[in-house]
């Protein structure tokens, strides 16, 4: 039985201004009507599985348990790791746990949430014949067959022997950085040389021995923050001060590159990691002039480009290889030969102190949502949705005052002792520093618009006192 084990960390630098380190890729429908995430777990629909793990950062949990609740995916294992140590500690915790289960040899298939594969069947084959090697002990590692000279992706270079006596499995002869177009030509022109995936499969306990014997040094921190697991709902935490104290290494440095037992396996399925926005226009469908086109947009003499509206309406006219990408609170245009350098802008927007990086100006909680639709001297309006059934923190404000007025459903409203039903068209008042709560006792969404006024509008003006979603110590924004 396999247990699949999604990295779904990010930093969401590469797909700016769509994707924000709140709201990464793999939470973006980009390439159909379901995120990457969503797409990687139904991926593996066939399979004969056993618990779903999730790795993510802390403040990604909900959005996780969300899109694996609109998908009808059985509650997953979700854990939830307090700083980003790269990938070979993440997968470490994975392993641990699935040792401390007695399932020590438990078949792990780690997979990035946020990879597109096309050819569902070929992927499944080829997970399959992984199996086989990865129940013989060896650490088996999914190389990409090339389709051009690849500058962005590093390489693996792949022996003539079959491993274990199974079909299709050969020696890894090494891993090779991201090469220079001089030697991409040379990779892609050989048969040797196989992208490398990100993809793993192996055993738990192998891949911890492989990881004593090669970097004890993280396998020892992650042993002693899994000694202190805490659970909440359905997450787990380990421990932050040991995790925070373990080495930054992915798993190719820390133990692909050592073991003598490294197995590729080709794969050929029409695979991408989504990386830029250009690898992101050579997988979405196009017009008769290779425009790919998303929401409002009218294109004139416009060619090979990639153009996204989230709301307004974008015209272009005689322009080649742009892309276009329009949010609510920031625009894009570059030209398609330099979206590598993307994270440049992300980090000017960091140095200038901004926001337009952290999140979008539609905020998802697990409650719903909230959109920053204003903002001036000493005010902000918001439209909140809140979900049939959910309720917002009880909580205070020691800065602000807010008006609640409803637009659709029905509010259920605390404030101070007092609790009404508040229909469309009605509204109630909050005073600064009135404990109150926000509720949707009905089955539609809930949505209000609200205004808030005061000295200090920022989202961490929230003492909160009871929160069903266990964030009652997080001076986060509700």
């Known amino acids: 039985m396999i247990t699949p ?12 201004p769509l994707s924000r380190t709140l709201h990464p890729k793999q939470f973006l429908p980009l390439c159909s009507s379901q995120s990457m995430l969503q797409e990687t777990v139904d991926r593996l629909a066939g399979l004969t599985l056993a618990q779903l793990h999730i790795i993510c950062n802390e403040e990604h949990r909900f959005l996780v348990a969300e899109q694996m609740r ?62 086989k090697h990865a129940e013989k002990g060896s650490l088996v590692t999914f190389g990409i067959t090339p389709t051009y000279a690849a500058t962005a992706y590093g390489y693996i270079q792949a022996g003539n022997q079959v491993i274990d006596d199974c079909a299709e499995g050969l020696s890894v002869q090494a891993f090779v950085e991201k090469p220079d177009q001089e030697t991409a030509d040379k990779y892609y022109a050989s048969n040797e040389f196989y992208w490398n995936s ?32 805490s659970r909440d709902l359905d997450f787990m935490r380990v421990d932050a001060e040991a995790f925070a104290a373990c080495p930054e290494d992915s798993i ?32 979405q469908q196009k017009d008769a ?10 294109v004139e003499k416009t ?4 153009v996204f509206s989230e709301e307004r309406l974008i015209a272009t006219l005689g322009v080649d290889k742009l892309i276009i990408v329009d949010t609510k609170d920031a625009l894009l245009v570059a030209h398609k030969d330099e979206v ?45 949705t809140v979900k049939p059934g959910q309720k917002l923190s009880l909580q205070r404000h020691q800065h602000r005052a807010e008006h609640w007025i409803v637009v659709k459903g ?50 961490d003006d929230i003492i909160r006192y009871e929160d069903r979603y266990g964030r009652a110590d997080e001076n986060l924004a509700d």
């Open 410 to 459: 029905i509010a259920e409203v605390r404030c101070g002792d007092a609790t009404q039903m508040l229909e469309v068209n009605e509204s109630t008042y909050i005073p600064l520093g009135e404990l109150h709560q926000l509720g949707n006792p009905g089955e539609v969404p809930l949505e209000i618009i609200e205004v808030q006024s005061g000295g200090y509008l920022g989202e």
């Open 70 to 131: 609109e998908i009808g995916q059985a509650v997953p294992q979700i854990m939830l790791e307090p700083v980003g140590r790269n990938t070979a500690p993440a997968i470490a915790l994975a392993a641990l746990d699935l040792i401390a289960q007695a399932k020590a040899d438990s078949v792990m298939l780690v997979l990035a949430a946020d990879h597109r594969i096309e050819d569902t069947q070929t992927f499944q084959r080829a997970v399959t014949t992984a199996q």
């Open 303 to 306: 060619t090979n480009s990639f």
């Open 5 to 16: 084990v999604i990295l779904c960390g990010g930093s969401g630098t590469r797909l700016w």
């Open 340 to 384: 590598q350098e993307v994270k440049k802008i992300v980090e000017q927007i960091k140095l200038a102190g901004r926001q337009e990086h952290i999140n979008h100006r539609e905020v998802y909680r697990p409650w719903g949502k909230y959109d920053s639709i204003d903002a001036g001297h000493q005010y902000q309006v918001k439209r909140i």
């Open 289 to 298: 002039n290779q425009n790919v086109i998303k929401g409002d947009a009218i």
């Open 198 to 229: 990100g993809m793993f499969m192996f055993r738990a306990d192998r891949y911890i021995e492989e990881l004593e014997k090669n970097c004890p040094e993280i396998l020892s921190a992650c042993r002693q923050a899994m000694s202190a697991v």
């Open 252 to 283: 190719d440095y820390a133990v692909m590159e050592k073991t003598d037992r490294a197995v590729v396996i080709p794969l050929n399925a029409g695979w991408s990691d989504v990386g830029s926005w250009s690898s992101l226009w050579e997988v």
